[in-house]
Nanobody, 124 residues
């Protein structure tokens, strides 16, 4: 059974930083991509960043490129999202996810396994 558990959300002022963590267990052997997504009420889930577990290759959404950094440690089954220069529009529920298969993307529909989410609030 696949489990993904996020932590690290909270409230920060604009310009501040937060680091989200995702601990994963039970991933299928052919899972090679994990990602961070976010969603606000009434809006579609948005891909923030994803990372290939084998190579560390990354993909970022346009709105976070240069401000957020995704990383992973496969020995610790953990993925992080370092978020710097936070803006009020970054306020959302953040989810970590994993997908079966070798390729990677930031499309929510490509991901099979999801965590419960952690809330990030950025005040102006």
């Amino acid at each position: 059974q696949v489990q993904l558990v996020e932590s690290g959300g909270g409230s920060v002022p604009a310009g501040g930083s937060l680091t989200l963590s995702c601990v994963v267990s039970g991933l299928p052997w052919n899972s090679n991509c994990m990602g961070w997504f976010r969603q606000t009420p009434g809006k579609e889930r948005e891909g923030v960043a994803s990372i290939m577990l084998s190579t560390g290759g990354t993909i970022y959404g346009d709105s976070v490129e240069g401000r957020f950094t995704i990383s992973r440690d496969t020995s610790e089954n953990t993925m992080w999202l370092q978020m710097d220069s936070l803006k009020p529009e970054d306020t959302a529920m953040y989810y970590c996810a994993a997908r079966s298969g070798w390729s990677c993307s930031t499309r929510p529909r490509d991901f099979n396994f999801w965590g419960q989410g952690t809330q990030v609030i950025v005040s102006s």
